[in-house]
């Protein structure tokens, strides 16, 4: 190594370990910030697509499956099932169906994001509260609350998400 190059590695050491503790101050695990690194770009695009703030759609995915790839859930009360990082439910196959034949496609990092925010800004175009429009994604649009316990959860990370530089 060049001694040139030392101060360059000193300060990304220190800002790689900047970025980690403030997450990790934040209430957000070392895991899940590496997860949202690896997937920020695609939050991005989805955020510009759709005009809604990345981190808001970031904050959905840490507090549905802590930005998970492969998270699945398998336990609603409705039988539905949930994939992704974006935990898309599958009353939205039908749709999701006539952009991609396969629904494996939902494992794909970057076409989940975009189809939870699809399903999102349907919530934010509806209702102007973005709780409601949080609990719209949550429950569907006909059981949105102004307040919940899921619109709670989600806000409370998207406020901690706003603090952390996730470059």
Known sequence: ???????????????????????????????????????????QDAG???????????????????????????KNRNKSIDVGLMQVNSWW???VKK?????????????????GAWIFKQCTNRFSNTAQAIDCYNKGAPRAKKTSTYARGVLNK??????INIH
């Not at 629904?103 to 189809?115: A, S």
């Open 93 to 95: 196959f039908p749709q």
């Open 48 to 74: 510009k697509r759709y005009r809604l703030d990345p981190k808001l759609l970031l904050a959905i995915s840490l507090h549905e499956s802590s930005c998970r790839v492969t998270a699945i859930n398998k």
């Open 99 to 115: 952009y991609t034949p396969n629904l494996n496609n939902l494992y794909d990092p970057r076409f989940n994001i975009h189809v």
């Open 1 to 43: 190594m060049k001694i040139s190059s030392l101060p360059l590695l000193t300060l990304s050491f220190f800002l790689l370990f900047q970025t980690t503790a403030e997450a990790k101050n934040k209430g957000i695990s070392n895991a899940q910030l590496k997860r949202a690194k690896l997937h920020w770009s695609h939050f």
């Open 158 to 163: 998207y406020n901690k998400v706003k603090k």
